[in-house]
Nanobody, 126 residues
Framework: QVQLIESGGGSVQAGGSLRVSCAVS????????TGWFRQAPGKEREFVAA????????GYADSVKGRFTISRDNAKNTVYLQMNSLKPEDTAVYYC???????????????????WGQGTQVTVSS
C-alpha cells in the first residue's frame, strides 16, 4: 500500500513563499508520477502541478506557471512544491497524489491518480 504524507503548509502574507513536501512510502516511488492538487472552500479540487517519475517532465496549471516549481527526490521518496509570489487566491488545502506509470509521463486530471495524501492547509493573507 502506498501512503502519502504532506507537510510544510502554513500561513504567509501575499508575495511570500512556502514549500510543501510529500513523503511517499513504498519501494517503487521512482515508478510513480506525482502531482499536487488544491481545493479551496466551496470549489472543486483542481490541478496545480505534476512531475514524471524521472523528473524529466513537469506540468503546471496556468494560474501557477512561473511562480510554483514541482520537484522530486527519488532517493528520499519525496516530492516538493515550491510556491513563490503567493497570492490570496492560492489559499487552499493542498493535496499530493501519486499513480504508478509505465513510461515517463504524468497526468493532470485528478481521476487519474489513485493514491492521495490527507492534505495540508496553505493560507495567504493580503
Amino acid at each position: 500500500q502506498v501512503q502519502l504524507i504532506e507537510s510544510g503548509g502554513g500561513s504567509v502574507q501575499a508575495g511570500g513563499s512556502l514549500r510543501v513536501s510529500c513523503a511517499v512510502s513504498g519501494r517503487t516511488f521512482s515508478s510513480y508520477a506525482t502531482g499536487w492538487f488544491r481545493q479551496a472552500p466551496g470549489k472543486e479540487r483542481e490541478f496545480v502541478a505534476a512531475v514524471s517519475p524521472s523528473a524529466g517532465r513537469t506540468g503546471y496549471a496556468d494560474s501557477v506557471k512561473g511562480r510554483f516549481t514541482i520537484s522530486r527526490d527519488n532517493a528520499k521518496n519525496t516530492v516538493y512544491l515550491q510556491m513563490n509570489s503567493l497570492k490570496p487566491e492560492d489559499t487552499a488545502v493542498y493535496y499530493c497524489a501519486a499513480v504508478r506509470v509505465y513510461s515517463d509521463f504524468y497526468y493532470v486530471t485528478k481521476t487519474s491518480y489513485n493514491y492521495w495524501g490527507q492534505g495540508t492547509q496553505v493560507t495567504v493573507s493580503s
